[in-house]
């Protein structure tokens, strides 16, 4: 662990939690649902899920939504969109903070109304406690 002046930087990944995927300009080339990001954490762990999506040249509609198991709760999802119009730019959503239970996938799906219009960029970050810094 190293001190860069603004944060601590780990070094390697806690062991049996791995890193989250990142998406950058994942494209969603039809109109069903697709995948833009997943993983399947090997322990349970709560995680931040951070996304935003990019329309292109018109307006269409985008349905985005995170599922996950909840250890405790069992089956879960959020949906920021919900077959909302958006017009082209950039859409940050606000995070998501959940529990994923080992060995269930934390999926971010993605709908869009025009094929090849929406681009999704994002990351599922494992929140893990290191231990007293100091």
């Known amino acids: 662990m190293a001190w860069d002046g603004y944060s601590w930087i780990v070094a ?3 062991p049996g939690y791995g890193t989250g995927p990142v998406a950058n300009g994942v494209p ?3 109109t069903a649902p697709t995948v833009a990001m997943q993983w399947t954490p090997a322990r ?3 995680c931040r899920v951070e996304v935003s999506c990019t ?3 018109a307006a269409t509609t985008v349905t985005l939504t995170a599922t996950w198991v909840d250890p405790q709760a069992g089956p879960q999802s959020y949906t920021w969109e919900n077959a909302t119009t958006l017009s082209p730019g950039v859409r940050f959503e606000l995070p998501l903070l959940l529990t ?3 060995g269930e996938p934390v999926q971010v799906v993605v709908t869009a109304g025009t094929a090849n219009q929406v681009y999704v960029t994002g ?3 494992p929140l893990v406690a290191f231990g007293a810094i100091g």
Do not use: G, K, L, N
């Open 100 to 102: 994923a239970a080992a």
């Open 28 to 30: 969603v080339p039809t």
């Open 55 to 57: 329309v292109v040249t």
């Open 44 to 46: 349970p762990v709560p």
């Open 12 to 14: 390697t990944d806690p």
């Open 123 to 125: 990351r599922i970050t």
